[in-house]
């Protein structure tokens, strides 16, 4: 079920997907073809932005070992996965909260909202104001879990 939560995030992080196989940009970031995660090389498979009225808050990108397209696919692929956001814009941590709870209810049952009910505090209380710039990793790790990262 962790690996699902990290591709949940895509969910909430990435409202506008754009798949690629080549180098792409949105909002104005580049992101790489491809980076290594816990020694695995990892593809670039899409990058989206989110908008708010009409400025870009953020920029997200997906990647996975091999591209996909199909979610149920990119569910079940094995090995490590990572999502990259990039604030270009100003975010209080309360909003941050506020999202990451929203997509979490919205896309469980109380059963599964309470088997990641202490992981999901742990998460909310490590978010903090992002300023344009910031950015947030998240990694799916076998064998770990999801790891979290905040500006490094």
Same mark, same amino acid.
């Given at each position: 079920m962790y690996r699902n939560t990290l591709l949940l995030l895509v969910l909430i992080f990435t409202p506008k997907v754009v798949y690629s196989s080549e180098r792409c940009s949105t909002s104005g970031i580049d992101w790489p073809d491809e980076?290594?995660?816990? /020694?695995?090389?990892?593809?670039?498979?899409?990058? +989206? /932005?989110?908008?708010? @009225?009409?400025w870009?808050?953020? /920029?997200? !990108? %997906?990647?996975? #070992?091999?591209?996909?397209?199909? #979610?149920?696919?990119?569910?079940?692929?094995? +090995?490590?996965?990572?999502?990259?956001?990039?604030?270009?814009?100003d975010v #209080? !941590?309360?909003k941050l909260v506020e +999202? @990451?709870?929203? +997509?979490?209810? =919205?896309?469980?049952? !109380?059963?599964? =909202? %309470?088997?990641?009910?202490?992981n999901l505090e742990r998460s909310y209380a490590l978010l903090q104001d992002m300023e344009a710039g910031d950015q947030i990793l998240l990694d799916y790790l076998p064998q770990q879990g999801t790891r979290l990262t905040i500006n490094g």
């Open positions: 980076l290594v995660v816990g /020694s695995k090389p990892l593809k670039l498979n899409g990058i +989206g /932005s989110r908008t708010k @009225w009409v870009d808050v953020y /920029s997200a !990108a %997906l990647y996975l #070992p091999e591209q996909e397209k199909d #979610p149920n696919k990119i569910f079940a692929m094995d +090995g490590a996965k990572r999502i990259a956001v990039k604030f270009l814009y #209080p !941590a309360e +999202g @990451w709870r929203d +997509g979490f209810e =919205l896309n469980h049952n !109380a059963e599964q =909202l %309470l088997e990641l009910a202490d």
